[in-house]
Structure formats: C-alpha cells, structure tokens
C-alpha cells in the first residue's frame, strides 16, 4: 500500500508534464511557423518478486511472473516538424519554406541560429533581418531605392529599383540549412533553433529545392502545426488520468488508516 503512494506520485507528476507541454502548444497555436511538442513516457523499474519460468509445484514451470512497477517518468518532449498551414500575407518580405530545411539567421554574439519563421523585414542599411533584428545569412542587402523585391522558388532574389526600373538585378540567394534529425534541435526561445550534438551538424548553404529542402513562397508564412482540438483532448486527458491517481492515493491512504485502526 505504501508503495502504491509513491507510483501513484509519479503519475500525478507525469501528468503534470503533459499539461505543461500541452498548455505550451496551445498558447502558441497562432505563433508563426511554431513546431508542436509530444511528451513522450517511459516506465520505471519493476520489483521481481516471483521470475516468469520458475519452478511451481511438482516440478511444473510457472508461464508468469510476478512483477510490481514502480510508476511512470518523462522521458522527453519531441518536436513535430510537421508543416503548418501556409497563409498569404501583402508582405514581399514574408517567405514561406515549403517543404524541409530552415533559414540560417546570425546573432549578435557571432552564433548561428536557425528558424522557420520567415517573416522578415529591412533594417536601416537595408539588409534582411528577423524580427529581432538577427541577420539572414548569408546576408542579403536590397538597394534603398528599391520599388518591387521578387524572391523566387529557388531563393534569388531580384529587385527592381529606380534606377533601373525595367530590368531587375539579382541582389543575393536565400539558402536553406539541413539536420540529420530536426527533433535534436534545441528550442531557443524567439522562434529560433540551435544545433545540438543530437541534431548532427547543419547541411548549410543548400539551394531552396535542392537535396531534399522545400522551395520558398514569397508573401506567405508558414502557420503553427498545433491542432488544437487535439490538443484540447489531451488536456482533458491529463486530467482525468490525474484525478484517477490522486484517487489511488487516497485509496492507498484509507486502507492504511484502516490496518492502523486493527490495533486500537
């Protein structure tokens, strides 16, 4: 009974997990490009108390054994990279990645991030920016009198400018970076991604379409992959799975006070 209060206490955490990571996905239902998390559980050790094949009586070989778990922990949250729905913006900076790979963006600090949210914008010196102001690498600067910006479905990007208002000029490429397993990424906060010892290095440099990587759409962002119906559903079941193990505990609890009770 004692160890019914501990396993119990397991679950109630466990569960607790799972509300966390579902409360998360649900506030970021409407966050561009926003990748959806699963918690993922593992059981703890079993107490063998009687081995499956052991000897019975007579001789016979027992089919089963007696095992007692010890409850339920979390083994991790994984990442869906699932692709979002795609919605069309007035914006020739938004880019949309249909299909795999990231946009490679550069820190302050020198350090490379990566992200799907390809809703950019210009600086003052008329470089591609986040909207924290990261740099898109390889950067890409348009001309300040610039009057149409085309990004193709490889990554060229054209403008046409005052100047030369008939004839575009190339101003840069936007490529695309690849992980062996997007899921090893480490979630960073601001919608950017850093690479991780699991993620295996970055494929940098690949032009949108090329080895496996999606093509770009301009004027459209990528939405969050959240359902949230479903998510809604786990929320639901978080919950009851949570009542059903304080509901253990309390069992457990008053079959301790009733033992206690034999001997007054």
Avoid: C, W
């Amino acid at each position: 009974m004692i160890k019914a209060l501990y396993t119990s206490a397991t679950g109630l955490a466990a569960q607790q997990a799972l509300l966390d990571n579902t409360a998360n996905n649900l506030a970021n239902s409407n966050t561009t490009a926003f990748k959806r998390s699963e918690v993922d559980f593992h059981d703890l050790l079993y107490e063998t108390v009687r081995p499956a094949g052991s000897d019975g009586s007579q001789g016979s070989e027992i089919p089963t054994g007696y095992q007692v778990g010890s409850g339920v922990r979390v083994a991790g949250n994984t990442k869906i990279f699932s692709a979002g729905a795609t919605s069309t913006t007035n914006n020739p900076l938004d880019i949309a990645i249909d299909g795999d790979g990231f946009f490679k963006v550069t820190l302050p600090s020198g350090d490379f991030r990566y992200t799907r949210d390809g809703s950019f914008s210009m600086n003052s010196t008329g470089n591609i920016v986040t909207a924290d102001g990261f740099a898109l690498t390889p950067g890409i600067t348009v001309p300040q009198d610039t009057v149409q910006l085309t990004i193709g479905t490889d990554g060229t990007v054209s403008a046409l400018t005052s100047g030369s208002p008939s004839k575009p000029t190339v101003v840069g490429s936007i490529t695309l970076s690849r992980f062996a397993n997007p899921a090893g990424l480490s979630s960073e906060g601001r919608n950017l991604y850093a690479a991780t010892a699991a993620s295996g290095t970055a494929q940098d440099g690949v032009t949108p379409g090329v080895q496996g990587t999606g093509t770009l759409q301009q004027s459209a962002l990528e939405q969050s992959n959240v359902d949230v119906v479903a998510e809604m559903v786990n929320l639901i079941t978080a919950q009851r799975a949570y009542e059903l193990n304080t509901r253990a505990i309390k069992v457990a609890d008053d079959m301790l006070s009733t033992a206690n009770d034999i001997t007054r």
